[in-house]
């Protein structure tokens, strides 16, 4: 079982349409929770940390956070086309631990 | 604030080879990372350097290497390089702290390692 689990998509959505992305982690030790997104041949830029359960919100995007279920979320609402990457979970405990990512593409 | 840096940005190398990468991070960030991503893999961890000591560890071979300096910069050795060791190799620097939560990572452009 991997440690972080992502579909890898690709994830279609319409311009202006909410992307929901999941992921799923398996040490229940973890503390931080992180949203990286990736665009092709760039490095990984975060986008929101999440540390409590419940929901966190900037701008149009929103972590969400379920410790109980091992659970973390992203939402991205208004979705434009330059959202169209790679978005990585990420889980730390004693270091940082990386899904696969998936890959949302947001068609105009 | 300057970002992290990382350098070079290009590599190329023959198989048996060996190679340092550099990673300079954002000004007062005592933790740096090394991660490399593979298409097949994604990203892995590799170890984590905090005031000059390695911290943490990922699942590589002894031929991945790496160390910090004083002024938090990292380096970090590939030797007898593979062809799966083609690669981009990402630096991540953070506050870092003595223990507890995992501070956010912030990442370099990343050194894209071709080996033949």
């Known amino acids: 079982q991997k440690e972080v689990e992502q579909n890898s998509g690709p994830l279609s959505v319409p311009e202006g349409a909410i992307a929901s992305l999941n992921c799923t982690y398996s040490d229940r030790g973890s503390q931080s929770f992180f949203w990286y997104r990736q665009y092709s041949g760039k490095s990984p830029e975060l986008i929101m940390f999440?540390?409590?359960?419940g929901d966190k919100e900037d701008g149009r995007f929103t972590a969400q956070l379920n410790k109980a279920s091992q659970y973390v979320s992203l939402l991205i609402r208004d979705s434009q086309p330059s959202d169209s990457a790679t978005y990585l979970c990420a889980v730390g405990s004693n270091d940082m631990r990386f899904g696969a990512g998936t890959r949302l593409t947001v068609k105009p | 604030k300057a970002g992290v840096t990382q350098t070079p940005r290009y590599l190329i190398k023959t198989r048996g080879q060996q190679v340092t990468l550099s990673c300079s991070p954002i000004?007062?960030?005592?933790?740096v990372s090394w991660y490399q991503q593979t298409p097949g893999q994604g990203l892995q961890f590799l170890f984590e350097y905090f005031s000059e000591t390695q911290r943490n560890k990922g699942n590589f071979p002894g031929r991945f290497s790496g160390r910090q300096f004083s002024n938090s910069r990292s380096e970090m050795n590939v030797s007898t390089l593979e062809l799966g060791d083609s690669a981009l190799y990402l630096c991540?620097?953070?506050?870092?702290?003595?223990?507890?939560?995992?501070?956010?990572?912030?990442f370099g452009p990343g050194t894209r390692l071709t080996v033949l």
């Open positions: 999440i540390y409590s359960n």
């Open positions: 991540a620097s953070s506050p870092g702290s003595a223990g507890g939560r995992l501070d956010t990572q912030y």
């Open positions: 000004s007062g960030h005592r933790s």
